[in-house]
């Protein structure tokens, strides 16, 4: 699994269309100094050619390792698994992941406390990740 790093972020979150897809799995292994979390994701590649065929969504694997803190609520009024929008922020050395989004005005920028509000975030050291195959094997 390729690394993401920091300055990788903005790039990698052009790379697909996060808003409507939907979260499949999230898994949590306990590790000492600090947890994994493995979380997949159904996407949809960002069209890069006009004269292509719409891409066909695929199965995101997102592996955050040395997680510090995280939050995964199922409220009873909101759609199940389903990501309004997905947004990435560094601070203090962690990444941080928010799998729904939160009312900021436009070009409002995120703080920490914005993605401890959220009801479904990540912040780990170290984010990896891949594209599954069909059949779940990468």
């Known amino acids: 699994m390729p690394p993401l790093l920091p300055h990788e972020l903005a790039q990698f979150a052009r790379k697909y269309r996060f ?13 000492k ?7 997949v994701l159904r996407v949809t590649p960002v069209i890069t050619d006009l004269g292509a065929d719409a891409p066909t969504p695929v199965r995101l694997k ?34 941080y992941i928010n ?11 995120p703080g920490v406390h914005d993605f401890r509000a959220s009801d479904a975030f990540v912040a780990g050291s170290r984010v990896s990740w891949e594209v599954l195959e069909a059949n779940g094997a990468a």
């Open 99 to 109: 799998f729904d989004a939160w009312g900021l005005q436009p070009g409002e920028v």
């Open 33 to 39: 100094g600090g947890a994994t979390v493995e979380v």
């Open 62 to 95: 997102l592996r955050i390792d040395g997680v510090e803190e995280y939050r995964f609520l199922k409220r009873p009024i909101t759609s199940p698994g389903r990501a309004s929008e997905i947004k990435f922020g560094t601070f203090n050395g962690l990444i």
């Open 19 to 31: 808003a409507g897809g939907r979260v499949r799995r999230v898994r949590v292994i306990p590790r």
